[in-house]
């Protein structure tokens, strides 16, 4: 495991030795699919940078509910929120495959950002994206019916799908109830929807994964959904 701050984008153009006298404060820590990196109530305050490996940032209800906020992936950070104000894990983290970690203590954190502009900005740009993002799911859980719902975060997950103009794709197929974490229904309910996807002709399950093939007519039926709710 090589721990260099360098491989991370948040520390790219950092002085080399800056990096290496940081490196030195932090952990390096590799951990297993399904393993539970940060609990939901906790007071720890370090930060996580994701080196390799993805990870699922969830909330589950005391009735075992889950909901869904995010997958993470290579580049990305959590707990930040935590280093910054003190408080208690809002979410639970868990490793979707082996993952490899930095993690910083908070103290080390708040100091580079006050010590090292570039790194700051970047910090400040992931939080307005996610407050950002945060709002627009917020407005989509207000306004929207299930089936759009759905159509938003299929749009979201969605890549263009290589060879196939004007089709996405999303590989691996997510699975329905994870699907159904996310925008807060029942499993049922998104298989229906989904199977009427492919009925009209908007999508078509291929080995490897989920194929909307009309990605467009999503957007303008989003977007008309969107302009009735206004």
């Known amino acids: 495991m090589s721990n260099s701050l360098l491989r991370i984008a948040y520390f790219e153009g950092l002085d080399p030795?800056?990096?290496?006298?940081?490196a030195r404060k932090c952990v390096w820590r590799r951990v297993d699919e399904r393993e539970l990196v940060v609990d939901y109530d906790d007071r720890s305050t370090d930060?996580?940078?994701?080196?390799?490996g993805d990870l699922r940032v969830l909330i589950r209800t005391?009735?075992?509910?889950e909901v869904i906020l995010c997958d993470l992936h290579p580049g990305q950070i959590f707990g930040e929120m935590a280093a910054i104000d003190g408080a208690e894990?809002?979410?639970?983290?868990?490793?979707?495959?082996?993952?490899?970690?930095?993690?910083?203590?908070?103290?080390?954190?708040?100091?580079?950002?006050?010590s090292q502009p570039a790194v700051c900005e970047k910090v400040l740009r992931l939080l307005t994206k996610r407050i950002r993002d945060l709002?627009?799911?917020l407005f989509e859980r207000s306004v929207?019916?299930?089936?759009?719902r759905l159509y938003a975060e299929l749009l979201r997950l969605a890549l263009p799908r290589k060879g196939h103009e004007g089709q996405s794709i999303i590989s691996p197929p997510p699975l329905q109830h994870d699907l159904a974490a996310r925008i807060g229904c029942r499993r049922e309910q998104v298989n229906r929807e989904v199977q009427a996807m492919i009925h009209e002709g908007l999508a078509e399950k291929i080995r490897g994964g989920l194929v909307l093939l009309r990605p467009s007519t999503l957007e303008q039926r989003l977007s008309a959904c969107l302009e009735q709710a206004g």
Do not use: Q, W
Not at 47 to 52: D, K, L, N, T
Not at 62 to 65: D, I, L, R, S, V
């Open 17 to 22: 030795a800056e990096a290496e006298r940081i």
């Open 47 to 52: 930060v996580y940078f994701i080196v390799s």
């Open 62 to 65: 005391p009735a075992g509910k």
């Open 89 to 114: 894990r809002s979410a639970n983290v868990s490793a979707l495959t082996k993952s490899e970690l930095c993690i910083m203590p908070s103290s080390v954190f708040k100091t580079v950002l006050f």
């Open 135 to 137: 709002n627009s799911r």
């Open 144 to 148: 929207l019916d299930l089936r759009h």
